[in-house]
């Protein structure tokens, strides 16, 4: 099939074209980009008054699969990812059994294309079982078409075996993304210490839990010459470590989730499950400290870090619910709504924390639509305003805390490869 979205603001920052134009798609690829391009043979697209950029790609996805299918599976995470704008999402290794081997590598394969919505790129574990002890198949993992390894949930506490993962990741060449929390130091915590822990008499977590790794790994970063990327960065201390690590030159990148630059401990206060996170949601002024990261580049990437938990889980008392609230089908429209309508990030900056650098730290295609690049796609209304709801979330789970809120910007169509994956019910 021949594409022609026409009259679209073409917003592509990693492509060069800048303005309101015409997009070309033909056997999976762009064609052409420009001006008034001719028609003939073309089934069209109309994206008069709607904003045309390239697919975004999510660098912290939780698909559940295998192990806990009845929370989310492959098929219902990828197809709500397209439904959000995402037409690449890395899939993390805490599932049921661990990925930490190159079989299950293969098998979140096979079921991406079976399930043939967003691309999958699966996340091997850096240590077997994630236990932290002994390194994963880190080669068979990385031969089979892992894009990265993560121990993701759990920090790698034995700085001699986190030492080992770095020099071995090196070999090839693929970036291992941390979740950086001291358990020691986190000990019972179930929000951030602060103010409001003290208020309510919940055992908090203290910030020290994840800025004191993050210094460590930024150490071992440097030392061993690794690609190191910090997930769901939360901290006003952590925007600090890492501005200072990158002003030294230092390999390293970092994330952060819409629900942490947006959302603060203020709103436990209702002891609403859905609000348990990790990291947890941390006070006003770390919120703001992550969006002066956003602006000054020291955070590269906005990620959903999407962890979907059953209705019967995730509602208990505060303390007991697990940790984790959903986010492929919101963070686009939240991160509009948040981050440029504020005046916090241009579009063009926002296109390129979801979509051109996360492309850039997993080394992979995506973030550009220049002739011959695939035709990962999104067609954005950015004035339509709209009220997430639980019926409108494809996602097997529904722990957003975004339900009920009020967004602007909605995603209208996606492309991946060249075939369209979604049209929004007009």
């Not at 002994?134 to 068979?140: I, R, S, V, Y």
């Not at 950086?180 to 822990?197: I, K, T």
């Not at 850039?360 to 295609?365: R, V």
């Amino acid at each position: 099939m021949r594409y022609c979205i026409k009259g679209g603001e073409i917003v592509d920052p990693a492509g060069g074209f800048v303005g309101v134009g015409d997009l070309l798609i033909e056997d999976g690829k762009v064609i052409g980009v420009g001006s008034e391009l001719p028609v003939e043979n073309c089934q069209i697209a109309d994206a008069s008054g709607k904003m045309v950029f390239p697919g975004l790609i999510d660098l912290h996805t939780h698909l559940r699969e295998p192990g806990r299918e009845d929370e989310e599976t492959i098929a219902s995470g990828s197809k709500a990812a397209v439904k959000g704008g995402f037409t690449g999402i890395a899939c993390m290794a805490n599932t049921d059994p661990v990925i930490d081997n190159a079989p299950l590598i293969e098998f979140i394969k096979k079921q991406a294309q079976l399930a043939d919505f967003a691309k999958v790129y699966p996340v091997g574990a850096v240590t077997k079982g994630l236990k932290g002890q002994e390194l994963a198949e880190m080669g068979a993992m990385a031969a089979a078409g892992a894009v990265a390894f993560s121990d993701d949930g759990k920090a790698i506490t034995n700085t001699a075996v986190f030492r080992e993962a770095l020099e071995y990741s090196t070999q090839f060449g693929l970036p291992i993304l941390l979740h950086e929390e001291d358990p020691n130091l986190a000990g019972d915590g179930v929000m951030h210490e602060g103010y409001w822990s003290t208020v309510l008499g919940l055992p908090g977590t203290p910030s020290i839990a994840e800025e004191v790794m993050i210094a460590r790994d930024i150490l071992l970063a440097e030392y061993t010459g690794a690609k190191v990327h910090f997930s769901h960065l939360s901290t006003a201390g952590g925007v600090r470590l890492l501005r200072e690590a990158k002003q030294r030159g230092l390999k390293v990148s970092t994330e952060v989730t819409p629900h942490h630059f947006t959302l603060s401990d203020e709103l436990i206060q209702s002891y609403n499950p859905v609000y348990r996170v990790s990291p947890p949601l941390r006070s006003a002024s770390d919120l703001i400290a992550l969006r002066e990261g956003l602006q000054d580049d020291t955070i590269d990437a906005i990620a959903t870090d999407h962890a979907p938990h059953s209705f019967e889980e995730k509602h208990r008392e505060f303390s007991l619910a697990p940790t984790g609230m959903i986010g492929l089908e919101t963070a686009l429209a939240v991160a509009w709504t948040e981050l440029v309508l504020k005046g916090v990030l241009t579009k063009e900056r926002l296109i390129m924390k979801l979509s051109v650098k996360p492309a850039e730290i997993l080394g992979i295609s995506g973030g550009s639509l220049k002739n011959g690049d695939l035709a990962d796609v999104v067609i954005f209304d950015p004035n339509r305003e709209w009220t997430v709801t639980k019926e409108d979330l494809v996602s097997k789970s529904k722990n957003s805390p975004f339900i009920n809120m009020k967004l602007m910007g909605k995603v209208e169509q996606v492309w991946v490869n060249g075939i369209l994956k979604y049209a929004i019910d007009k």
